[in-house]
């Protein structure tokens, strides 16, 4: 039986793809590094996991954000510090700007 949780566990899903057509190296490869980006990542609310084959192979390799369902294609291990600043650490920073206006 499924129950509807009140609010995800975390604020941010990164699946990077680990399908035999984007590399499965790759998709360690883009685990590892954004976990070295983001040591803080459990305060941050996120978490990575890999994914087998997300079905956009010709696109590859690939990194899905949930809940946002952002897709990013044809990734670059070096791509993830621009992801992370921007979007990860961007929706942190701009939370917090939030929480202080009020």
Do not use: W
């Amino acid at each position: 039986m499924a129950d509807r949780i009140p609010q995800p566990p975390y604020r941010f899903h990164l699946l990077p793809c680990s399908g035999k057509r984007c590399t499965a190296e790759m998709g360690e490869a883009m685990k590892g590094r954004l976990k070295d980006l983001m040591p803080d990542r459990k305060a941050l609310g996120v978490r990575i996991s890999t994914s087998s084959c997300q079905g956009m192979c010709e696109l590859g390799p690939n990194l899905i954000v949930y809940p946002q369902g952002v897709v990013y294609h044809g990734l670059q291990v070096a791509d993830l510090d621009e992801i992370v600043e921007q979007v990860i650490r961007g929706a942190a920073a701009q939370e917090a700007d939030d929480v202080g206006d009020n």
